[in-house]
């Protein structure tokens, strides 16, 4: 198993510009997840995915967009980039059972790392 | 207010000098604390996760124990390569939709 994959490992985009980062899994998870680094900061949930066709607002949604149209795939859409969103994004998976019982362990790709300028 | 909170912020050993981390955290109904490593240009690296206060585990060099109010990971005989920055995590209130609050970290340096 290859675990969670992003593409790209690096990225530079110009203010305005709009780049899709790309995630997928192959451990077949309900669960996916996005978030964002930056340095000296937690990690900030962007986004989160339940199953295939939901997803939901995490704590800094503003500026992105998700969809889910596999078990798979996640994909991270950035409309008109902004500084703000210079960023190191990492996006992970889990397999979480009925709601209630424990959340199960995440599994985090490599990252992508993201300068707007 | 979910909060995870991580001390020291960053933490200097010489190697076989033993040391421990602080995570404590304020989440209503917790269900599970999330201990993770991260090196450098990479994404975290699950460690252990603990359910319930008394709970412990262990991993080489690395042993994690938890409270109602705080976690530890008590790192034994340290070498060089357990140099990283450690962060634990929790389930935001009720944890079903598996969404995590992260703490800021601590970065390990371990000198030979």
């Known amino acids: 198993n290859a675990g969670v994959t992003q593409t790209p490992k690096f990225r530079i985009l110009k203010i305005g510009q709009s780049m899709t980062l790309q995630c997928t899994q192959d451990m077949n998870h309900n669960y996916m997840y996005w978030y964002r680094q930056d340095p000296g900061m937690g990690l900030k949930l962007i986004y989160y995915?339940?199953?295939?066709?939901?997803?939901d607002k995490g704590e800094v949604p503003n500026g992105y967009n998700v969809s889910r149209s596999t078990t798979e795939d996640f994909p991270l859409r950035l409309e008109l980039a902004a500084p703000s969103q210079t960023s190191v994004y990492f996006c992970a998976s889990s397999y979480s059972g009925l709601a209630g019982a424990p959340t199960d362990t995440q599994y985090f790709g490599p990252g992508t790392r993201l300068t707007v300028l | 207010e979910d909060q995870v909170t991580q001390s020291p912020e960053a933490l200097r050993l010489q190697e076989g000098e033993s040391s421990s981390l602080n995570c404590s955290y304020t989440?209503?109904?917790?269900?599970?604390l999330f201990w993770y490593r991260q090196d450098p240009g990479k994404g975290p690296e699950f460690l252990f996760t603990l359910y319930s206060a008394g709970e412990e585990k262990e991993k080489e060099r690395l042993k994690a124990t938890l409270t109602k109010k705080e976690s530890f990971l008590h790192i034994t005989a340290p070498k060089p390569e357990d140099s990283a920055t450690y962060l634990c995590?929790?389930?935001?209130?009720?944890?079903?939709?598996?969404?995590?609050?992260f703490g800021k970290g601590t970065k390990l340096s371990v000198k030979p």
């Open positions: 989440v209503s109904g917790l269900r599970g």
């Open positions: 995590a929790a389930p935001l209130g009720g944890g079903s939709q598996g969404n995590l609050i």
């Open positions: 995915s339940v199953g295939a066709g939901i997803t």
